[in-house]
C-alpha cells in the first residue's frame, strides 16, 4: 500500500491559514491525492483531490509538490468549524475499480478561538 | 438527495447476539464500501462492492462477519455471532463508478455505534 505520512496533531487560530503537510514519497505516476476531513461525531467527508497541479475549491486548496513527493492542504481562514481529523490518501487502483481508499491515522487540527 | 442512510444510529447487543447493519446508497453510485472505525486501529475498509457485486473483502476480519447487497439501492453487514472486540463504529460510504479514475470521491453515511457488552 502506498503510505503517507502527516503530524499527528496542529493548533490554529481562528481567521488564520492553516497549512498541513503530508508527505508521501512512495508514490506512483498514477496515483491521486485525495483529501478527507472527519469532523467530529461524523464519517468522513472529502476535501479536495489533485495528481499534478495545485488545485482550489470552496474548501480549501492543495499544493503538490513538483516531484509530488508531498503535498499542502491549505485552509485559508480556519474557523473553529475546521476543527477536524485531516487525511491525506494516495488513492490506489486497482485494474478498473479504481476506487479503494486506505485511511491513515490523520492530523488532528485544533483552532482557537 | 438525502445522502447515504445508514440504520441504526445506534447498537447495543449484548455477545453472542446476531446483528445487522444497514445501508442505503446515494442513487445513482454504482460503489459501496463498509468501513469499521476504533481508537486502536482507526479507519478501515471492511468490503465494497461495485455494481453490487463484492469486488475485495480482504478487509472482513473473519466468518463472522458478511456483507450483502442485493440490489443498488441497500446493503446489509451483518455480525454472528458478535463480540465484545466488534463494538466500533461503522460506515457505509458510496461513490459514482468513473472508470479508469482515481477522482471520484466518497460519500460517506453518519455511521452506526456499535456495543457489544
Known amino acids: 500500500d502506498a503510505k503517507t505520512t502527516q503530524p499527528n496533531s496542529m493548533e490554529s487560530n481562528e481567521e488564520e491559514p492553516v497549512h498541513l503537510p503530508c508527505n508521501h514519497s512512495t508514490i506512483s505516476g498514477t496515483d491521486y491525492i485525495h483529501w478527507y476531513r472527519q469532523l467530529p461525531s461524523q464519517g468522513p467527508e472529502y476535501v479536495i483531490h489533485?495528481?499534478?497541479s495545485n488545485v482550489n475549491n470552496r474548501m480549501a486548496s492543495l499544493a503538490i509538490a513538483e516531484d509530488r513527493k508531498s503535498s499542502t492542504l491549505i485552509l485559508h481562514r480556519a474557523t473553529l468549524r475546521d476543527a477536524a481529523v485531516y487525511y491525506c490518501?494516495?488513492?490506489?487502483?486497482?485494474?478498473?475499480?479504481?476506487?479503494?481508499?486506505?485511511f491513515g491515522a490523520g492530523t488532528i487540527l485544533r483552532v482557537k478561538s | 438527495d438525502a445522502g447515504v442512510i445508514q440504520s441504526p444510529r445506534h447498537e447495543v447487543t449484548e455477545m453472542g447476539q446476531e446483528v445487522t447493519l444497514r445501508c442505503k446508497p446515494i442513487s445513482g453510485h454504482n460503489s459501496l464500501f463498509w468501513y469499521r472505525q476504533t481508537m486502536m486501529r482507526g479507519l478501515e475498509l471492511l468490503i465494497y462492492f461495485n455494481n453490487n457485486v463484492p469486488i475485495d473483502d480482504s478487509g472482513m476480519p473473519e466468518d463472522r462477519f458478511s456483507a450483502k447487497m442485493p440490489n443498488a439501492s441497500f446493503s446489509t453487514l451483518k455480525i454472528q455471532p458478535s463480540e465484545p472486540r466488534d463494538s466500533a463504529v461503522y460506515f457505509c460510504a458510496s461513490s459514482p463508478h468513473l472508470r479508469t479514475s482515481g477522482k471520484d470521491e466518497q460519500f460517506f453515511g453518519p455511521g452506526t455505534r456499535l456495543t457489544v457488552l
Open positions: 489533485g495528481l499534478t
Open positions: 490518501i494516495l488513492r490506489e487502483l486497482e485494474g478498473e475499480y479504481g476506487n479503494k481508499l486506505v
